[in-house]
């Protein structure tokens, strides 16, 4: 069986077909409760460190800079890595963000890692 692993916005309706819902934020999302946000896990340590976040949220040009420095910090995490993938119990992940851009933002980033990953294993 083959894991399909797509991105959504934390704001965007829930569908059933979403699987393991994962919100992949390191902060709790504006305007959001935490009882109203269905999702099955919060993996905070697969986000973007707190410095390259802040940096990326100043200058969002320089995304292909970003890109490159959260793989990096994405090989070094292999053991949340190893936890996010293990909590799927079905054949689809959605990894949750709140960004705005939906193509300008870790949530592609993280996808496409992970697509990666399982494709070398």
């Keep these: 069986m083959s894991l399909r692993i797509q991105i959504k916005r934390v704001y965007d309706e829930p569908s059933p077909d979403d699987g393991h819902r994962v919100l992949i934020d390191r902060l709790w999302p504006r305007g959001v409760r935490k009882d109203d946000l269905r999702h099955d896990a919060w993996a905070k340590g697969v986000a973007p460190s707190s410095e390259l976040r802040k940096e990326f949220h100043q200058d969002p040009d320089r995304f292909e800079e970003f890109v490159e420095r959260y793989r990096l910090e994405l090989a070094d995490h292999g053991r949340e890595i ?3 993938l293990a909590g799927v ?7 949750l963000y709140a960004s705005r851009d939906p193509v300008h933002n870790h949530a592609v980033v993280l996808r496409d890692f992970l697509v990666n990953l399982r494709r070398s294993r």
Aim: net charge negative; glycine share 10%; charged share 30%.
């Design 82 to 84: 190893d936890e996010l």
């Design 89 to 95: 119990d079905g054949n689809t992940l959605t990894l």
